[in-house]
């Protein structure tokens, strides 16, 4: 019989996590739980849920962000007048940036390495070119 002071025996799932995780890892979450392992191990536990729930709005918000700057993007290209050329430039943006995209994206070496890695990604797609959607999707959040 337990008595009222002490907390109930830690699951399996714990026990694994408590064993596998280092003291000076969990010893902040034991600080948190007043000495309590079980409650240390749980504390943990609601971290872990807790940083997947941020990491699901992070990839939201950055999908949203990057989809919503390439529509504007896009537009303000096509506004814009080669320097070389006096020609317009295209509204595809990644495939033909205007200067001042070219210097944003260090040179341009950001937009082509985001092409090499999308042409890579495609490549199994016989007889089609790679496009500005999958270049797009290989550009960092940085860029």
Known sequence: ????????????????????????????????SGGNRRQAIQLYQWNISLSGAVYEALHLFEIV?????DKELCRWNAQQT?????TAHGEDWLMDPSHLLQRLTRGGQDIEAAKARAHSATRRRRNQPTTHADVLAQLSFGT
């Open 1 to 32: 019989m337990m008595d009222s002071n002490q907390s109930p025996p830690m699951r399996p799932v714990e026990e694994a996590l408590a064993s596998y995780i280092s003291a000076p890892r969990l010893a902040p979450y034991v600080a948190a």
């Open 82 to 86: 080669n320097r070389t050329t006096g």
């Open 65 to 69: 962000l990057r989809n919503a700057m």
